[in-house]
């Protein structure tokens, strides 16, 4: 993390280190220093940390730089984020250089004291770490340098939609390092997706982004490439979802000129299930009964079977239909589902499979549980060879590639699966039908999509 920041070799640094800890972030800055790489007339370090018996060892690691550099240190207690808008909203003598930091990560409810602070300094973000980065950015003065190391749910998705669009009309990302496995950097936290290192220059001149990746903190298979801009954000992008490419070669789905329609051009819509299980547990069954009708978890399904009832499963088979439960209910037909939780090395992010009517056959209709994203129309099944081509495409090894991309956690949601790009329903039925039959191992699949060509 201190290695990204430019090298200086005049004026005064002013550091920000918030959640500071013990130093370690500022102690590797000062390193750099001390190394000559970063050479100052004085560092100003401004560190803040919450934690007060932390305070004597912060104090040490600094004094511990005495006379190796031109140093000056203070150590601020209570809560950052407060401190920091006091200082956005009544001290505007703030001009921090450069900021290191490692937040917190902790959801912020949206009726919170912290939720109600950021939103005076027009930040609307619903994580502590994400509300960190902000207030950094917000902090630093035009040219300042901001590292941090966070998880990467920032890069996609409804709820950071504000934090992505006060970040990019601040700074310029100049560098990312992705840590490729979900369970090594933040090994100690329960941080269920993929980290990210991102280097910010405030009121920069956006231009090319370089990646580095490797699989974990040991940086042994450190692989880097320089990518422009319009592959981080995509230039139609009103999500401006933020992308993290790990190879400069386009796949498959990138390079084909036929995968360019969103769902909406195809008529196709995608929904969360509808049927929130604790909310309606007095109508769930363990297995059918009179009166009910199929409830469907992800556990229903492997590969492109379904298996209902399951009787070994712990969750319910079936749902009483009544006017209580009639309104979370879909007609039975041909569907295409999408888990929305991976484990946390599947081989695959996106695992699709359909829903085949004949499944149930006394059934008029069906219930879909909240963990399976449901492509549909009108709340109505697809035609067969559309839900069989739309499992087909979107099991590929070429569009997991691209999805990856952007989605670093273990989730994957209906909005991620709006902003994709599909072929047209016409290659997406002349796929289904294709794929009708033919084995559903991997190198099949990949082989059926390589080939796509406009109907």
């Known amino acids: 993390m201190a290695g990204l920041f430019y090298p200086a070799t ?10 500071a800890g013990i130093g370690s972030l500022s102690s590797a800055f000062l390193e750099r220093c001390v190394s000559g790489n970063l050479s100052f007339s004085k560092v100003k370090i401004t560190a803040f940390e919450f934690d007060e018996i932390l305070h004597k060892e912060l104090e040490n690691t600094f004094a511990s730089y005495a006379g190796r550099v031109p140093l000056s240190y ?15 909203q009544f001290d505007h003598n703030y001009n921090f250089s450069h900021a290191i930091l490692n937040p917190p ?5 949206s009726d919170s004291r912290h939720r109600l602070l950021l939103r005076q300094a027009g930040i609307e973000t619903v994580n502590l770490y994400s509300a960190f980065v902000a207030l950094a950015l917000a902090l630093m003065a035009p040219g300042g340098q901001v590292v941090a190391i966070i998880p990467r749910s920032f890069c996609n998705g409804p709820y950071y939609r ?23 950097a933040f090994k100690d936290d329960d941080v269920l997706q993929e980290n990210i290192i991102i280097m910010f220059e405030c009121g920069g001149q956006q231009g090319d982004v370089r990646v580095t990746t490797s699989t974990d903190d040991g940086f042994v298979d450190l692989v880097a490439h ?27 789905v990138e390079l084909s000129s036929t995968v360019r329609y969103s769902l909406e051009e195809l008529g196709i819509q995608v929904s969360t299930g509808p049927v929130v299980d604790f909310r309606l547990k007095d109508h769930l069954r363990g297995m059918p009964e009179p009166g009910t009708v199929p409830l469907l978890y992800p556990g229903h399904f492997s590969g492109q079977r379904t298996e209902w009832p399951k009787k070994d499963m712990k969750k319910p088979n079936a749902i009483l239909r009544n006017l209580d439960t009639e309104k979370w209910l879909f007609p039975n037909g041909f569907y ?23 499944t149930f056959p006394n059934a008029e209709v069906l219930g879909f549980e909240n963990h399976l994203n449901v492509f549909h129309e009108s709340k109505h099944g697809l035609p067969e060879p559309l839900a069989r081509g739309l499992a087909v495409f979107l099991n590929t090894t070429a569009v997991d590639e691209c999805f990856r991309r952007f989605n670093g956690h273990t989730q994957v949601n209906a909005t991620d699966l709006k902003k994709m790009k599909f072929p047209s329903r016409e290659v997406l039925m002349a796929l289904g039908k294709m794929a009708k039959g033919l084995p559903s191992d991997q190198q099949a699949i990949d082989h059926l999509v390589e080939g796509l060509q406009e109907a």
């Open 336 to 358: 295409c589902v999408v888990r929305r939780f991976s484990s946390k090395e599947e081989k695959r992010r996106i695992m699709a499979s359909v829903v085949q009517p004949d």
């Open 162 to 184: 504000p934090f992505r669009n006060f970040i990019l009309g601040r700074a310029a990302i100049r560098q990312m390092h992705l840590f490729e496995s979900r369970n090594t």
């Open 10 to 19: 005049d004026g005064v640094c002013r550091l920000l280190d918030p959640g």
């Open 105 to 109: 990560y902790k959801k912020i409810s």
């Open 74 to 88: 203070e150590i601020v207690g209570g809560d950052f984020i407060e401190e920091a808008i006091n200082k956005i």
């Open 226 to 252: 320089t990518y422009p801009f319009d592959r981080i954000v995509f230039p139609d992008d009103s999500e401006r979802f933020i992308h993290v490419p790990t190879s400069p070669e386009r796949n498959a």
